[in-house]
């Protein structure tokens, strides 16, 4: 299955030349990075889609190292052949929903970024004044993966919005956003 979708990529600033001499610290650093992560992913999740969307499971926080990825999968595309433009088919409403959680995304993260990770480090005695967040956001075809584990079923995403996302993640300057306004559909 092909679907269409939001992609942020977000990575902690500075973080490979910190931990190297805060080695002790970057255990707590990681585990109030990831919890910080999985809140906004799931209040996202909740500002994004409707209460009984079947869209919902398209949806995903992966952890990445001293980053993460939300995937917001919206309209589901034909298997036969998912290279077309569908922006086409994405309603009004589709179009104010990516806005609101680009919007969100802007306005909550690197603001909470400091109060949610560096105030709990410093309290713990670590220094982290040279951390700050990067944000990479793109909008595109995405294909979903799904594994089956011990009945514990999982979804993966394969596209180049997400490979787009990273480069663009990596480009923005710490507590910078950059967003691929071209892959936008509006």
């Known amino acids: 299955m092909w679907v269409l979708g939001t992609i942020i990529n977000l990575n902690i600033r500075n973080f490979s030349r910190w931990a190297k001499n805060n080695e002790a610290y970057a255990p707590i650093l990681i585990s109030h990075f990831y919890k910080f992560l999985q809140e906004k992913f799931l209040e996202l999740k909740k500002d994004f889609y409707q209460e009984n969307s079947p869209d919902r499971q398209n949806s995903l926080f992966k952890p990445l190292g001293d980053g993460g990825l939300f995937i917001f999968g919206l309209k589901e595309v034909p298997e036969n052949s998912p290279q077309k433009n569908y922006s086409e088919i994405l309603t009004i409403e589709d179009k104010k929903r990516i806005e609101k959680i680009i919007s ?4 909550k993260i690197p603001s909470q970024f400091s109060h949610r990770i560096i105030k709990p480090l410093s309290e713990a005695g670590g220094r982290a004044e040279s951390l700050a967040i990067g944000i990479g956001i793109s909008f595109g075809i ?12 999982k979804i993966d995403f394969f596209g180049n919005a997400i490979n787009l996302s990273s480069r663009l993640c990596n480009m923005a300057r710490p507590q910078g956003i950059v967003i691929d306004v071209e892959s936008l559909p509006f």
């Open 104 to 107: 969100l995304i802007c306005e």
């Open 142 to 153: 995405l294909k979903v993966i799904h594994f089956d584990n011990n009945k514990d079923p």
